[in-house]
């Protein structure tokens, strides 16, 4: 052992022996040598095996080694660190604490060492993560799990054909080696609400309902990619799943009921690029999710490089969470125990807190008229190829702006009767009227809303309505379009309802807003 490392210590003090004056030997030099001259040779070190050979020199030697500043540009060279902090992520007592912790961590030399800040990175967007969701949805983060072992990244990697130091791949390894994505825990349960369905909305890659259709995506474990990855490469006689890393999902659990469609989507890394896409089930293309970092030809793909892309795709979604864009509330708007991220946007200003690729896109907008509050937003359901729209409608309360009191607005409620939408696509517009919203009359009061809707019974004409249930919250319509637009219009109330009308009726305006194809797809 004292042979192989005083063998080591030669060569490496060989090696810098030209970068000072004379031949004499390495001791010798050291000796003489003054402190300056030494540090210089001590910072061209580039590997930590180089300082710990130094370090058996001399006891002068063994101080200079110690110097922060020698460290701190080795973790600087080797690991691209510019925070002291360690493999985990918390902070170095020292940059030699820091430097060490990497070794440890099996992050010595080549593909690992360069990819320590990704590392740095997964820890930093999985503890945002947290951080966001914790207040409003503490569930969804008991499903994280623990950072996932080498052998079943290398069992996936096996499945995929390609190598576990794939370099395309650097930025999956790591953020599956801080949490190794979500468990879904499958529930026997009423399918009628209750547990079921707060478990289908846990996903943490986001989630929402239009038209009798649902979609919440997980981000799966490694041992759930193995077996799904498997079936897809060995089912799919088409290739459409060739080279493509299936990460995410959305869970298609039994009995969930009549009501509700369950949409399959799947979110895959390109293991030749690492560009991240969504499976477009209409046209068998998959989409991109995120914008391209850097151009380059590919074999006629254009990609990212550094391949990185998942990291800035899920550190977009987390300022998203931190900024109030997307919120914690039930994805099908009739089910409250269905709370999830939903991935319609939430307000003008903070959609302007987005990243420089997607400043306001001009996917919200709301007015109000006579005290009754209308928001639009839109999201472009990329797995099935069509947008989606929801229409929030509520009384506003007392100290919101634009609030004005019973007396004010000349009624303590209000009832949607009949709608106008005006539908833009390519500078050409059309217009569409009709009663009601799907079937619905609601009746705004303060804080909540009457669910009447279209009555049932035998000759009923069209809106003729039967009077609903009391509901607590904000009025919900959603539903889908088929193209590119702009979509406005204007709503019909009558003071009172139909019944018991207190005054004449009057229009409530729909601003409008883009259903367009979005920078960042969820």
């Not at 060492?113 to 990175?121: E, G, I, M, V």
Request: with cysteine; proline share 5%; glycine share 8%.
């Amino acid at each position: 052992m004292l042979r192989s490392l005083v063998g080591s210590e030669m060569c490496i003090r060989d090696r810098y022996q030209r970068r000072v004056r004379g031949t004499v030997s390495a001791v010798a030099m050291a000796d003489r040598l003054s402190e300056q001259p030494a540090m210089d040779i001590l910072r061209r070190a580039s590997r930590a095996s180089e300082l710990w050979c130094f370090m058996l020199t001399c006891v002068e030697w063994n101080h200079w080694c110690n110097d922060p500043a020698v460290w701190k540009r080795l973790c600087a060279i080797q690991f691209q660190l510019v925070v002291c902090r360690d493999g985990n992520g918390a902070p170095a007592s020292s940059w030699k604490h820091a430097c060490c912790s990497w070794h440890k961590m099996g992050f010595a030399d080549g593909v690992a060492a360069r990819s320590a800040w990704l590392r740095l990175r997964a820890v930093d967007m999985w503890s945002a993560l947290f951080a966001a969701l914790q207040p409003a949805a503490p569930g969804i983060c008991d499903t994280i799990q623990p950072g996932c072992g080498l052998d079943d990244w290398a069992r996936l990697c096996s499945v995929l054909q390609v190598a576990p130091s794939t370099a395309s791949l650097e930025a999956v390894r790591c953020l599956y080696e801080v949490h190794d994505g979500q468990e879904i825990h499958r529930s026997t349960t009423s399918t009628t609400g209750g547990s079921l369905f707060n478990q289908l909305s846990m996903g943490i890659l986001g989630g929402f309902s239009a038209y009798r259709n649902f979609v919440c995506s997980w981000l799966l474990p490694l041992k759930k990619l193995q077996a799904l990855n498997q079936i897809l490469q060995e089912s799919t006689a088409s290739g459409l799943f060739e080279h493509k890393m299936v990460v995410g999902t959305s869970p298609m659990l039994e009995n969930v009921g009549q009501e509700i469609s369950r949409v399959q989507k799947f979110i895959a890394v390109d293991v030749r690029t690492g560009a991240i896409g969504i499976l477009n089930m209409e046209t068998h293309k998959w989409m991109p999710c995120a914008p391209l970092l850097h151009d380059h030809d590919n074999g006629g793909m254009k990609a990212p490089r550094p391949p990185h892309q998942i990291l800035c795709w899920l550190e977009e979604m987390v300022r998203r969470l931190q900024q109030q864009v997307y919120k914690i509330s039930p994805l099908i708007p009739d089910i409250p125990d269905s709370q999830g991220i939903n991935l319609f946007p939430c307000s003008p200003t903070n959609m302007e807190s987005l990243s420089p690729q997607e400043q306001n896109p001009g996917h919200f907008a709301e007015a109000v008229t006579r005290g009754v509050l209308v928001q639009g937003r839109s999201l472009f359901n990329a797995c099935e190829n069509h947008w989606c729209y929801s229409l929030q409608i509520r009384l506003l309360e007392p100290g919101e702006q634009g609030y004005e009191d019973p007396s004010t607005r000349g009624f303590e409620t209000c009832q949607l009767v009949r709608r106008q939408w005006d539908i833009n696509e390519g500078g050409q517009t059309s217009h569409v009227d009709g009663m009601g919203v799907i079937g619905k009359y609601p009746v705004l009061r303060q804080g909540g809303w009457r669910d009447d809707s279209q009555s049932h019974d035998p000759g009923a004409a069209e809106g003729e309505t039967a009077v609903g249930a009391e509901r607590e919250g904000t009025f919900v319509y959603q539903s889908c379009t088929q193209s590119e637009c702009i979509f406005g219009g204007r709503i019909n109330f009558i003071p009172g309802d139909k019944e018991n009308p207190s005054g004449d009726d009057f229009w409530v305006t729909v601003a409008p807003f883009q259903c367009n194809v979005s920078t960042y797809l969820y």
